[in-house]
């Protein structure tokens, strides 16, 4: 080998050598830790907005029961109360057959018990209980379902029947 080309190898060696050490040094280390921690909170917080603009929050099970007692209300106005019904405006002449069961069943106690839990397909489950007579001695339970339509927690349709098939009363909403 020529000196030259010798020389040149060994500038070159040094070269990569001198990059290499630059590279290991602990602040290096320290900055791409910085900057790996930094894309990774922003990348939890876009995934965490974007979860929460897609679904709202999930609800306890005292807030889907007021929003099921909130349904039954005789004195909520009929197009509020088909809005808290998956395909609520089928039950819009069902609404005087929801009254008469609860007119039949004055004493009845419903509700909704924990646990929900989110079916993360865009369905909540919860279980509702129901006593027709109100005395404890005969407790109906099922389970019922809750479907998020335009950005509301809406309850089933088909579990809505259910309520209704649990508690002995017939609809032509339902079938």
């Keep these: 080998m020529r000196p030259t080309r010798l020389a040149r190898i060994v500038l070159a060696v040094a070269g990569v050598l001198a990059v290499v050490s630059a590279c290991d040094s602990s602040s ?11 894309a990774n909170q922003s990348l939890s917080s ?19 029961d007021a929003q099921i007692k909130r349904a039954l209300d005789p004195a909520l106005p009929d197009s509020e109360r088909t809005d808290l019904i998956e395909d609520g405006n089928v039950f819009k002449d069902a609404i005087p057959d929801m009254y008469k069961a ?16 989110d079916n993360r397909d865009g ?9 027709k007579d109100g005395s404890g001695t005969v407790i109906r339970t099922t389970v019922v379902h809750f ?28 079938g």
């Design 28 to 38: 290096d280390e320290a900055s791409v830790d910085a900057a790996r921690s930094r």
């Design 46 to 64: 876009s995934v965490a907005a974007s979860s929460s603009a897609a679904h709202p929050p999930l609800p306890s099970a005292a807030q889907l």
């Design 102 to 117: 609860l007119q039949d069943n004055p004493r009845a106690i419903y509700g909704v018990t924990d646990p929900v839990f």
């Design 123 to 131: 369905t909540l489950t919860a279980t509702m209980r129901l006593d």
């Design 147 to 174: 479907v998020l339509i335009d950005g509301k927690w809406k309850i089933s349709r088909t579990d809505l029947c259910g309520i209704l098939r649990s508690a002995d009363y017939r609809t032509p909403a339902c």
